[in-house]
């Protein structure tokens, strides 16, 4: 189908079967492989023919952690070859290692995109307060109040949730509980993270990664 046949086609099905570390098992049959090892079979057959672009929706699924590594290896060897890659997940740590652009979607849309650094500045570059109020919540214009305070770059509410961002969220926290105080506002959970795509996901739609 691609036109590759002969010595060409059997120099390319060694070299692929080289690169997937699968050649030593090239007279087996692939019923007998493993998820991991077919995944990886599945790989080389796509680039076979020397593709300039390749489409992976989610090749890590079900494998065990060795062939995810040799995934992996074998990703970076193609993306240094110069092919293109589409690379889909709901592995964000995979995202964040292997993408150098990346679209977050929700419900068929695009969300957002950027590279990693631009997406994770949208939740502060210093990371991000997540606290949690007892009902019946704070003020309304708390949010506005929490905001004025010194490195707090944004405030999303959510209910009586509160997602603020911050250039140090370490050094804004004394501030923001300040404000919470003086309001009447009874914490009653409190987490501080570092950015990272999930967070991100979250913080866009406020709900969980799902398939």
């Not at 293109?84 to 695009?110: A, N, P, Q, R």
């Not at 708390?142 to 509410?157: C, D, H, I, P, S």
């Not at 926290?173 to 993270?193: F, H, R």
Request: hydrophobic share 40%; net charge negative.
């Amino acid at each position: 189908m691609y036109g590759l046949r002969g010595a060409a086609l059997d120099g390319r099905c060694r070299e692929l079967l080289d690169l997937v570390q699968l050649w030593d098992r090239r007279n087996d049959r692939i019923e007998a492989f493993s998820g991991g090892m077919k995944r990886r079979i599945n790989m080389a057959a796509g680039l076979l023919h020397y593709p300039r672009f390749l489409l992976l929706d989610e090749p890590t699924v079900g494998v065990d952690p060795q062939s995810r590594e040799h995934i992996f290896e074998t990703i970076f060897k193609i993306r240094d070859s110069g092919t293109t890659i589409l690379y889909t997940s709901h592995y964000m740590e995979e995202v964040e290692l292997l993408c150098d652009y990346i679209s977050i979607m929700d419900h068929g849309k695009i969300i957002a995109a950027g590279t990693l650094k631009e997406l994770l500045t949208r939740l502060g570059e210093g990371g991000v307060i997540d606290l949690e109020v007892a009902p019946p919540g704070c003020p309304a214009e708390l949010g506005e109040k929490v905001e004025a305070q010194n490195g707090v770059t944004a405030v999303k509410r959510e209910d009586d949730r509160l997602l603020i961002s911050s250039k140090n969220a370490a050094h804004s926290l004394q501030p923001v509980m300040k404000v919470l105080e003086d309001a009447g506002c009874e914490v009653t959970n409190l987490e501080i993270y570092t950015p990272n795509l999930e967070k991100l996901f979250i913080h866009l739609t406020g709900r969980e990664l799902r398939e």
